[in-house]
């Protein structure tokens, strides 16, 4: 079974400041692994994913994140922090075959001025 | 930009009663999902849906769920006799196809509260 652990509920950075959330995944076959940012009061909206090839993948708004196959992490960056990151992100993984997303527990992200 | 589109955005029900929770998935997709993030919690995965029938479902989706989809666009999931516990937001996703891209696009979700 496939399973994500995100570590830290909550993140508080400052804007402008390095944004680092943490991802760890568990998957006995090849996983493909994405980030989803929610808005207050909306839906799920893409960031990025990882499927296969280049391990470092560049999402939209400025996100990135590293695949680790050593580290099984999938974290999530960001150079300089916008007052409009602030979200909820969510870790998935799946894989190849699988029909279904497993998510982690989710983090807020609050950019303090 | 093609969207996934659910119906209605909030919905309030007394326990015990039906609900129909409807979605439009993207037109030329294949793959039909539902998850479910009670308040504060992650979201979760209730059931797959491919082909016309179930190839997926967790242990969640009980024999109080069901899903179909009536006309080849819409997509809904029926709860047939509420609890308080159902209330949650309630997400319909599609994706075209299995590897390749293989991305979920998700609606706005449907918040359920059941009083």
């Known amino acids: 079974a496939q399973s994500v652990t995100q570590l830290g509920s909550h993140v508080s950075v400052s804007e402008g400041a390095l944004v680092l959330l943490r991802c760890n995944y568990s998957?006995?076959?090849?996983?493909?692994l994405f980030w989803y940012v929610q808005y207050p009061n909306q839906g799920l909206q893409l960031l990025l994913k990882?499927?296969?090839?280049?391990?470092l993948v560049k999402g939209i708004n400025g996100f990135e994140a590293e695949f680790k196959k050593s580290e099984t992490s999938f974290h999530l960056t960001k150079p300089s922090a916008h007052m409009s990151d602030a979200a909820e992100y969510f870790c998935?993984?799946?894989?190849?075959?699988?029909?279904?997303?497993?998510f982690g527990q989710g983090t807020r992200l609050t950019i303090n001025p | 930009e093609p969207e996934v589109t659910q119906t209605p955005s909030h919905q309030v029900t007394q326990m015990g009663q039906e609900v129909i929770l409807r979605c439009v998935p993207i037109?030329?997709?294949?793959?039909f999902y539902w998850y479910r993030q009670i308040l504060g919690q992650k979201v979760e995965f209730l059931v797959s849906?491919?082909?016309?029938?179930?190839?997926?479902k967790s242990e969640i989706f009980d024999d109080q769920f069901s899903v179909e989809r009536p006309d080849g666009s819409n997509f809904t999931l029926k709860i047939r006799s509420t609890k308080l516990e159902d209330s949650a937001m309630y997400f319909c996703?599609?994706?075209?196809?299995?590897?390749?891209?293989?991305?979920?696009?998700f609606g706005q979700g449907t918040r359920l509260t059941v009083v």
């Open positions: 996703a599609s994706r075209r196809r299995t590897g390749g891209n293989p991305e979920a696009f």
């Open positions: 849906f491919y082909n016309n029938e179930i190839s997926e």
């Open positions: 990882y499927t296969t090839g280049a391990t």
């Open positions: 998957s006995s076959v090849p996983p493909y």
């Open positions: 998935a993984v799946s894989d190849e075959g699988a029909q279904k997303l497993v």
């Open positions: 037109s030329n997709h294949l793959y």
